[in-house]
């Protein structure tokens, strides 16, 4: 069966630079979550999106955007990257409407030094 | 995860039953989860309970459910050391963001 794909796989980039990580949800899942987890952490949640809208904002620092585009696929945009961003961000997709479990990618690991 | 607990470690022996325990504060989920995770890995989901159900069984998985003392269980029967890995109970109040608790690393010992 198909999971959600999160590209790239590992991303490495210094301080104060940029970073886009994708993801590509099950087929016919229109909601997009995004977790950042850091080292021994709970994963936490970033933000989400339902059919192309922000549904729901966490603890996403002003410095990160994301969207979700017209064939569900989002992306989370890293800016002025600081050493405190190095995590893996997980993204998660599910079917909207609260009846479905939210299914992970392997996420991405992101270095930043 | 300040709002779902977890104790951090349990380790077993390879065969024996394995109980993850976990407590959560928010009684608007309609689901609670467990997932697994394993070194370097994402975030596999095991099994979920619908709320108004006290247990489901799946295999050598047991999810027990006590909604009056938001208690939520995880029994692993004939646990093998591929099952060692960390553990996250999760809810998602109001069927919103996950919340998880802070994972129970499980190591099984041959």
Redesign the interface.
Same mark, same amino acid.
């Given at each position: 069966a198909a999971g959600v794909i999160q590209s790239p796989r590992h991303l490495i980039k210094e301080k104060r630079e940029t970073a886009t990580l994708k993801c590509y949800p099950i087929p016919r899942h229109d909601t997009v979550?995004w977790?950042q987890q850091g080292p021994g952490?709970?994963?936490q949640?970033l933000i989400?999106f339902y059919e192309k809208m922000q549904?729901?904002k966490?603890s996403i620092p002003d410095r990160f955007s994301a969207q979700q585009f017209s064939d569900y696929h989002s992306e989370l945009n890293m800016s002025s990257l600081e050493l405190g961003d190095s995590a893996l961000y997980?993204c998660?997709s599910t079917i909207g409407?609260?009846?479905s479990?939210?299914?992970?990618?392997?996420?991405t690991?992101l270095t930043v030094t | 995860?300040e709002d779902v607990e977890q104790s951090l470690f349990l380790s077993v022996r390879e065969g024996d039953s394995s109980v993850i325990n976990c407590t959560y504060t928010d009684s608007s989920s309609?689901?609670l989860?467990w997932?697994k995770q394993e070194p370097? !890995?994402?975030?596999?989901?095991l099994t979920?309970i619908f709320s108004n159900m006290d247990m489901k069984q799946d295999q050598r998985l047991t999810v027990l459910l006590n909604k009056k003392d938001k208690h939520l269980s995880l029994r692993i029967a004939d646990t093998q050391t591929g099952d060692s890995a960390i553990y996250?109970c999760a809810e !998602?109040p109001?069927?919103?963001?996950?919340?998880?608790?802070?994972?129970t690393r499980l190591t099984v010992k041959p």
């Open positions: 979550y977790y952490q709970d994963p949640f989400s549904s729901d966490g997980f998660a409407g609260g009846d479990p939210l299914h992970f990618g392997n996420g690991r | 995860g309609t689901y989860y997932y370097g !890995a994402g975030l596999q989901l979920y996250f !998602a109001n069927n919103n963001d996950m919340r998880f608790g802070a994972g």
